[in-house]
Protein backbone atom coordinates (compact mmCIF):
# COMPACT_ATOMS: atom_id res chain seq x y z
CA UNK A 1 0.00 0.00 0.00
CA UNK A 2 1.35 3.41 -0.85
CA UNK A 3 -0.82 5.35 1.07
CA UNK A 4 -0.87 9.44 0.43
CA UNK A 5 0.12 11.51 3.44
CA UNK A 6 0.70 14.77 4.14
CA UNK A 7 3.68 16.59 4.43
CA UNK A 8 3.92 20.45 5.69
CA UNK A 9 1.28 21.56 3.30
CA UNK A 10 1.51 18.90 0.79
CA UNK A 11 -0.12 15.38 -0.21
CA UNK A 12 2.50 13.19 -1.33
CA UNK A 13 2.84 9.28 -1.71
CA UNK A 14 4.23 8.00 1.37
CA UNK A 15 7.36 6.78 -0.06
CA UNK A 16 7.99 10.12 -1.07
CA UNK A 17 7.86 12.13 2.56
CA UNK A 18 10.86 13.64 4.00
CA UNK A 19 11.58 15.24 6.88
CA UNK A 20 14.88 17.24 8.46
CA UNK A 21 17.07 14.97 10.11
CA UNK A 22 17.69 18.06 12.14
CA UNK A 23 13.83 18.16 13.00
CA UNK A 24 13.16 18.67 16.70
CA UNK A 25 10.73 15.99 16.66
CA UNK A 26 13.37 13.52 15.56
CA UNK A 27 16.02 14.85 17.73
CA UNK A 28 14.45 15.79 20.78
CA UNK A 29 10.83 13.98 20.72
CA UNK A 30 9.93 17.67 21.21
CA UNK A 31 6.62 17.23 19.36
CA UNK A 32 3.09 16.19 20.36
CA UNK A 33 0.56 13.99 18.65
CA UNK A 34 -3.45 13.25 18.67
CA UNK A 35 -4.75 9.65 16.69
CA UNK A 36 -8.92 9.58 15.60
CA UNK A 37 -10.15 7.06 15.17
CA UNK A 38 -12.06 6.79 11.54
CA UNK A 39 -15.80 4.42 11.68
CA UNK A 40 -17.56 4.52 8.26
CA UNK A 41 -15.57 6.81 6.67
CA UNK A 42 -16.10 9.05 9.41
CA UNK A 43 -14.16 11.32 12.40
CA UNK A 44 -14.95 9.82 15.40
CA UNK A 45 -15.00 12.56 18.71
CA UNK A 46 -12.90 14.57 16.50
CA UNK A 47 -13.47 18.08 17.94
CA UNK A 48 -12.03 16.72 20.95
CA UNK A 49 -8.86 15.80 19.44
CA UNK A 50 -8.16 19.06 17.89
CA UNK A 51 -9.58 21.13 21.39
CA UNK A 52 -6.68 18.73 22.90
CA UNK A 53 -4.03 19.51 20.65
CA UNK A 54 -4.53 22.92 20.59
CA UNK A 55 -3.82 22.54 24.55
CA UNK A 56 -0.82 20.84 23.75
CA UNK A 57 0.87 22.82 21.65
CA UNK A 58 -0.32 25.39 24.23
CA UNK A 59 1.41 24.26 26.94
CA UNK A 60 4.89 23.95 25.20
CA UNK A 61 4.45 26.78 23.32
CA UNK A 62 4.08 25.02 19.58
CA UNK A 63 2.48 26.91 16.87
CA UNK A 64 -0.32 25.11 14.93
CA UNK A 65 0.63 26.14 11.47
CA UNK A 66 -3.26 25.63 10.19
CA UNK A 67 -6.68 26.73 11.40
CA UNK A 68 -8.82 23.99 13.54
CA UNK A 69 -11.01 23.79 10.58
CA UNK A 70 -8.39 23.14 7.75
CA UNK A 71 -7.12 20.35 9.84
CA UNK A 72 -10.34 18.45 10.10
CA UNK A 73 -10.42 19.19 6.09
CA UNK A 74 -6.74 17.45 5.82
CA UNK A 75 -8.18 14.42 7.91
CA UNK A 76 -11.05 14.11 5.83
CA UNK A 77 -9.12 14.78 2.52
CA UNK A 78 -6.82 12.33 3.34
CA UNK A 79 -9.65 9.76 4.36
CA UNK A 80 -11.20 10.37 1.00
CA UNK A 81 -8.43 9.85 -1.16
CA UNK A 82 -6.81 6.66 0.63
CA UNK A 83 -10.50 5.40 0.54
CA UNK A 84 -10.41 4.33 4.51
CA UNK A 85 -13.01 3.10 5.72
CA UNK A 86 -12.41 1.73 9.20
CA UNK A 87 -8.95 3.07 11.19
CA UNK A 88 -7.80 6.03 11.91
CA UNK A 89 -5.71 9.37 11.40
CA UNK A 90 -2.61 9.86 12.67
CA UNK A 91 -1.60 13.81 12.98
CA UNK A 92 1.94 14.63 14.46
CA UNK A 93 3.21 17.73 15.24
CA UNK A 94 6.81 19.28 15.72
CA UNK A 95 8.32 22.36 16.91
CA UNK A 96 10.37 22.12 13.55
CA UNK A 97 13.60 22.57 12.35
CA UNK A 98 16.56 25.23 12.31
CA UNK A 99 19.39 24.15 10.53
CA UNK A 100 21.24 21.75 13.24
CA UNK A 101 20.92 20.33 16.38
CA UNK A 102 20.45 22.77 19.42
CA UNK A 103 19.11 22.31 22.72
CA UNK A 104 18.00 25.88 22.52
CA UNK A 105 15.62 27.15 19.70
CA UNK A 106 14.12 30.34 18.44
CA UNK A 107 10.43 31.93 19.09
CA UNK A 108 9.68 32.19 15.43
CA UNK A 109 10.83 28.58 14.61
CA UNK A 110 8.55 26.99 12.01
CA UNK A 111 6.87 23.89 12.61
CA UNK A 112 6.54 20.53 10.88
CA UNK A 113 2.78 18.93 10.45
CA UNK A 114 2.75 15.24 9.24
CA UNK A 115 -0.19 13.41 9.01
CA UNK A 116 -1.10 9.64 7.39
CA UNK A 117 -3.99 7.36 7.75
CA UNK A 118 -4.02 3.79 9.11
CA UNK A 119 -6.43 1.00 7.80
CA UNK A 120 -7.16 -0.76 11.24
CA UNK A 121 -9.85 -3.33 11.79
CA UNK A 122 -11.16 -1.24 15.06
CA UNK A 123 -15.23 -2.85 16.08
CA UNK A 124 -14.15 -6.96 15.21
CA UNK A 125 -10.93 -6.79 17.34
CA UNK A 126 -9.66 -9.90 18.92
CA UNK A 127 -9.01 -7.97 22.15
CA UNK A 128 -12.47 -6.61 22.36
CA UNK A 129 -14.30 -9.71 22.04
CA UNK A 130 -11.21 -12.27 24.33
CA UNK A 131 -10.40 -9.24 26.63
CA UNK A 132 -6.90 -8.46 27.11
CA UNK A 133 -3.86 -9.52 30.15
CA UNK A 134 -2.09 -7.02 31.56
CA UNK A 135 1.07 -6.74 33.37
CA UNK A 136 1.78 -3.56 36.04
CA UNK A 137 5.20 -2.21 36.61
CA UNK A 138 6.23 1.27 38.04
CA UNK A 139 5.47 4.27 35.88
CA UNK A 140 8.57 6.10 35.35
CA UNK A 141 7.62 9.03 32.69
CA UNK A 142 7.92 12.39 33.33
CA UNK A 143 5.49 14.44 35.43
CA UNK A 144 3.27 15.84 32.80
CA UNK A 145 1.42 13.38 30.91
CA UNK A 146 -1.53 15.30 30.63
CA UNK A 147 0.45 16.89 27.79
CA UNK A 148 0.12 13.95 24.54
CA UNK A 149 4.13 14.28 23.56
CA UNK A 150 5.24 11.69 21.35
CA UNK A 151 8.32 10.92 24.25
CA UNK A 152 6.65 7.51 24.25
CA UNK A 153 10.07 5.15 24.62
CA UNK A 154 9.00 4.33 28.93
CA UNK A 155 5.51 3.16 27.42
CA UNK A 156 7.03 1.50 24.95
CA UNK A 157 9.71 -0.70 26.52
CA UNK A 158 7.10 -1.32 28.96
CA UNK A 159 4.14 -2.83 26.59
CA UNK A 160 7.58 -5.00 25.16
CA UNK A 161 8.24 -6.13 28.62
CA UNK A 162 4.16 -7.36 29.23
CA UNK A 163 4.64 -9.08 26.36
CA UNK A 164 8.01 -10.70 26.97
CA UNK A 165 5.78 -11.66 29.75
CA UNK A 166 2.61 -13.12 27.88
CA UNK A 167 0.45 -10.28 28.21
CA UNK A 168 -1.12 -7.82 25.74
CA UNK A 169 0.02 -4.57 27.61
CA UNK A 170 0.57 -2.78 31.00
CA UNK A 171 -0.63 -1.01 33.71
CA UNK A 172 1.75 1.69 35.51
CA UNK A 173 2.09 2.08 39.20
CA UNK A 174 3.12 5.34 41.00
CA UNK A 175 2.60 5.65 45.00
CA UNK A 176 0.79 2.14 45.05
CA UNK A 177 -2.29 3.46 42.86
CA UNK A 178 -2.51 2.68 38.89
CA UNK A 179 -2.03 5.70 36.97
CA UNK A 180 -3.10 4.42 33.73
CA UNK A 181 -2.31 2.07 30.71
CA UNK A 182 0.61 1.96 28.34
CA UNK A 183 -1.09 4.15 25.87
CA UNK A 184 -4.69 4.34 27.44
CA UNK A 185 -7.19 5.09 30.59
CA UNK A 186 -7.88 2.55 32.84
CA UNK A 187 -10.83 1.48 34.89
CA UNK A 188 -11.93 -0.89 37.43
CA UNK A 189 -15.45 -1.65 38.34
CA UNK A 190 -16.62 -2.83 41.82
CA UNK A 191 -18.61 -5.52 43.21
CA UNK A 192 -21.36 -2.76 43.84
CA UNK A 193 -21.31 -1.92 39.93
CA UNK A 194 -19.34 1.09 40.28
CA UNK A 195 -17.13 2.55 37.70
CA UNK A 196 -13.94 3.74 39.59
CA UNK A 197 -11.31 5.98 36.84
CA UNK A 198 -8.19 7.94 37.72
CA UNK A 199 -9.20 12.24 37.88
CA UNK A 200 -7.94 14.26 35.43
CA UNK A 201 -4.53 15.95 36.65
CA UNK A 202 -1.03 15.95 35.21
CA UNK A 203 -0.50 12.31 36.20
CA UNK A 204 -2.48 11.19 33.18
CA UNK A 205 -4.16 11.34 29.37
CA UNK A 206 -7.40 13.75 29.52
CA UNK A 207 -8.77 10.83 27.02
CA UNK A 208 -11.04 12.06 24.66
CA UNK A 209 -12.58 8.68 24.14
CA UNK A 210 -12.45 8.49 28.55
CA UNK A 211 -14.34 12.11 28.40
CA UNK A 212 -17.44 10.32 26.01
CA UNK A 213 -17.50 7.18 28.32
CA UNK A 214 -17.80 8.64 31.10
CA UNK A 215 -20.93 10.69 29.69
CA UNK A 216 -22.73 7.83 28.33
CA UNK A 217 -22.24 5.99 31.58
CA UNK A 218 -24.35 8.95 33.42
CA UNK A 219 -26.38 9.05 30.80
CA UNK A 220 -26.89 4.73 31.36
CA UNK A 221 -27.24 5.56 34.95
CA UNK A 222 -24.02 4.07 35.77
CA UNK A 223 -22.18 5.33 39.48
CA UNK A 224 -18.52 6.66 38.23
CA UNK A 225 -16.38 7.69 41.35
CA UNK A 226 -12.87 9.44 39.70
CA UNK A 227 -10.47 8.95 42.41
CA UNK A 228 -7.29 6.53 42.67
CA UNK A 229 -7.45 2.99 42.85
CA UNK A 230 -4.53 0.22 43.78
CA UNK A 231 -3.36 -2.50 41.80
CA UNK A 232 -4.70 -4.81 45.12
CA UNK A 233 -8.18 -3.30 44.46
CA UNK A 234 -8.16 -3.92 40.74
CA UNK A 235 -7.07 -7.50 41.61
CA UNK A 236 -10.13 -7.39 43.61
CA UNK A 237 -12.60 -5.89 41.00
CA UNK A 238 -15.52 -7.19 38.99
CA UNK A 239 -14.51 -5.76 36.01
CA UNK A 240 -11.91 -4.09 34.39
CA UNK A 241 -11.29 -2.48 31.45
CA UNK A 242 -9.25 0.09 28.99
CA UNK A 243 -10.36 2.63 26.89
CA UNK A 244 -8.26 4.91 23.72
CA UNK A 245 -9.18 6.42 20.34
CA UNK A 246 -8.58 3.44 18.42
CA UNK A 247 -9.76 0.48 21.08
CA UNK A 248 -13.40 2.56 22.14
CA UNK A 249 -12.90 -0.50 25.17
CA UNK A 250 -10.94 -3.16 25.51
CA UNK A 251 -12.49 -5.64 28.77
CA UNK A 252 -9.39 -6.85 30.99
CA UNK A 253 -9.63 -10.22 31.88
CA UNK A 254 -6.12 -10.77 33.87
CA UNK A 255 -3.78 -8.52 35.51
CA UNK A 256 -0.24 -10.02 36.98
CA UNK A 257 -2.01 -13.53 36.72
CA UNK A 258 -4.89 -12.69 38.58
CA UNK A 259 -8.38 -13.27 36.59
CA UNK A 260 -10.68 -10.15 36.93
CA UNK A 261 -14.21 -11.34 37.52
CA UNK A 262 -14.53 -14.25 35.78
CA UNK A 263 -11.99 -14.18 33.59
CA UNK A 264 -13.85 -12.94 30.64
CA UNK A 265 -15.12 -9.53 29.52
CA UNK A 266 -17.50 -7.91 31.45
CA UNK A 267 -21.43 -6.85 31.59
CA UNK A 268 -20.71 -2.98 32.00
CA UNK A 269 -17.74 -3.22 29.77
CA UNK A 270 -19.25 -4.87 26.98
CA UNK A 271 -22.44 -3.02 27.49
CA UNK A 272 -20.50 0.62 27.46
CA UNK A 273 -18.13 -0.54 23.93
CA UNK A 274 -21.32 -1.44 22.19
CA UNK A 275 -23.45 2.02 23.26
CA UNK A 276 -19.87 3.87 22.33
CA UNK A 277 -19.52 2.61 18.99
CA UNK A 278 -23.45 3.54 18.44
CA UNK A 279 -23.15 6.74 19.37
CA UNK A 280 -19.60 7.45 18.04
CA UNK A 281 -20.97 6.48 14.40
CA UNK A 282 -24.14 8.50 14.52
CA UNK A 283 -22.23 11.62 15.64
CA UNK A 284 -19.27 10.88 13.49
CA UNK A 285 -18.09 13.50 10.84
Not at 148 to 158: D, E, I, V, Y
Not at 272 to 281: F, G, P, Q, S
Request: glycine share 8%.
Amino acid sequence: MNRTVYVNGYYVKEDQAKVSIFDRGFLFADAVYEVTAVLEGKLIDNAGHVARLERSCKELGIKMPVTAEELTKIQKHLIKINNLTEGGVYLQLTRGSEGDRDFAYSEDIQPTLVMFTQQRDLINSAPAQKGIKVLSMDDIRWRRRDIKTTSLLPACLAKHIAHQAGCDDVWLIEDGYVTEGGSSNAYIVTNDNKIVTRPLSNDILHGITRSSLLQLARDCNLEIEERPFTIDEAYQAKEAFVSSATTFIWPVVSIDGHSIGCGQPGEVASKLRDIYIKTAIELGE
